[in-house]
């Protein structure tokens, strides 16, 4: 049984090889990433996650195992920032503030698809210009969902999250090793 994970994320593979997990393939998804006129967060990162299992060619009994990742304010979709100032936007948009990350994971195996989505709530302190403009300034914001990455330099922004800390990262382990073991991959290999 071949495992095609469809993401170009180092951390997702960092993720998986924390259960014994290491990718046959890496394919990444190509796919519209816009969510709907009025779409939800949560059903907007189920829907990406599965469409991007969908995207990904496979062989029939090859799994495909993809993920999206989307940071939440209230209803509004934080994306992946196109540019510093968009990072900046999204940064003091969240400062001293409570936001979600969602992430869903979906297996697909043939016709057949799984998915799984975990909620985690993520305290951000209040940020000061300078550390704004430190962190802005790394380019560590780049191609990361709300414009932050919990597992670098923001994880100082962080003093609380309530919910699964490898989710926020970008692959819920628990539920991505829960659907992998039901589709009879295994896991734990060394």
């Not at 969510?35 to 059903?43: I, N, Q, S, V, Y």
């Not at 993809?66 to 979709?77: E, P, S």
């Not at 990262?169 to 991505?176: M, Q």
Request: proline share 6%; hydrophobic share 45%; with cysteine.
């Amino acid at each position: 049984m071949r495992l095609i994970l469809g993401s170009a994320s180092p951390r997702r593979r960092d993720l998986l090889a924390q259960i014994g997990v290491v990718p046959d393939e890496v394919r990444p998804a190509d796919i519209d990433e816009t969510p709907r006129k009025a779409e939800l967060p949560r059903p907007y990162c189920t829907r990406m996650a599965v469409e991007k299992a969908r995207a990904v060619q496979a062989a029939p009994d090859d799994l495909v195992l993809c993920a999206d990742t989307t940071v939440a304010l209230g209803r509004r979709i934080l994306g992946k920032p196109a540019h510093a100032g968009e990072a900046a936007e999204f940064l003091l948009a969240l400062s001293g503030r409570r936001h979600r990350v969602i992430t869903a994971v979906a297996l697909r195996w043939g016709e057949r698809v799984w998915e799984r989505d975990v909620m985690t709530t993520v305290q951000f302190k209040r940020l000061s210009d300078e550390e704004l403009n430190a962190y802005l300034a790394s380019n560590d914001w780049q191609g990361k969902a709300g414009g932050y990455g919990i597992q670098g330099l923001a994880g100082a922004f962080v003093p609380s999250i309530n919910g699964s800390f490898s989710a926020v990262v970008g692959l819920p382990l628990a539920e991505t090793a829960a659907l992998l073991a039901g589709a009879g991959y295994p896991l734990w290999r060394a």
